[in-house]
């Protein structure tokens, strides 16, 4: 069965610092992946996919990944957190010709002033 | 306009009851699911509907049922509550296959 670690619970940052949030899944098949954001007492978010094509995908509020084949990543990246940052993210894997979106536990990102 | 719509919003309700979360979609997609979150914030798929027919279903209670009246809408039904139950569900809606899902706000439920 598919299944996605985010390797870190808790990434507590400064502001304007850089960040980088892992996610690796563990299918060899073909695989779409995807980053969700979670504001408090909200729903989720699409901050970006990979669906095909190059494998590094820019996002919304400045957010990029990227998709390595190879070591099964798929990596959450901003070169410049904000306080607004501050979230749960989710990484999701979506198994070619499955409809299940099968997420990783999240990682709470919390950007100090 | 809302393309994923719950309601309600927040549900406090006593063991034993039966209530119901209503989702609706206007973004013309096929499948719905629905989505519940832990106190861990954990999500996990419960159930996906493609043009009204259940296409997953996974180990989910009987007291559970979800029915799709049209393809816009996707309802939860859940029986005989339990303590266990208290958690965030959430519906979402795509277009097809291999394409991203759309999330509603949540429904908090709170079983006492």
């Known amino acids: 069965a598919q299944s996605v670690t985010q390797l870190d619970s808790q990434v507590p940052v400064f502001e304007e610092a850089p960040v980088e949030l892992r996610c690796n899944y563990s299918?060899?098949?073909?695989?779409?992946l995807f980053w969700y954001v979670q504001y408090p007492n909200q729903g989720l978010q699409l901050l970006l996919k990979?669906?095909?094509?190059?494998?590094l995908v820019k996002g919304i509020n400045g957010f990029e990944a990227e998709f390595n084949k190879s070591q099964t990543s798929f990596h959450l990246r901003k070169p410049s957190v904000h306080i607004s940052d501050t979230a749960e993210y989710f990484c999701?894997?979506?198994?070619?010709?499955?409809?299940?979106?099968?997420f990783g536990k999240g990682t709470k990102l919390t950007v100090n002033p | 306009d809302t393309a994923v719509s719950q309601t309600p919003k927040y549900l406090v309700t006593q063991m034993g009851n039966d209530k119901s979360i209503k989702c609706e979609q206007n973004l013309g997609h096929d499948t719905m699911y629905w989505y519940k979150q832990d106190s861990k914030k954990f999500l996990k798929i419960m159930f996906s509907?493609?043009?009204?027919?259940?296409?997953i279903n996974e180990t989910v209670p009987n007291r559970f049922s979800p029915k799709s009246p049209d393809k816009a809408h996707l309802n939860l039904h859940i029986n005989s509550l339990e303590l266990g139950d208290s958690a965030v569900y959430f519906c979402?809606?795509?277009?097809?296959?291999?394409?991203?899902?759309?999330f509603g706000q949540g429904t908090r439920l709170t079983v006492v």
């Open positions: 999701a894997v979506l198994q070619g010709g499955s409809e299940k979106l099968v």
């Open positions: 979402a809606s795509s277009y097809r296959q291999n394409t991203e899902a759309f």
């Open positions: 299918s060899s098949v073909s695989v779409y």
């Open positions: 990979y669906l095909s094509g190059s494998t």
């Open positions: 509907y493609n043009n009204k027919e259940l296409i």
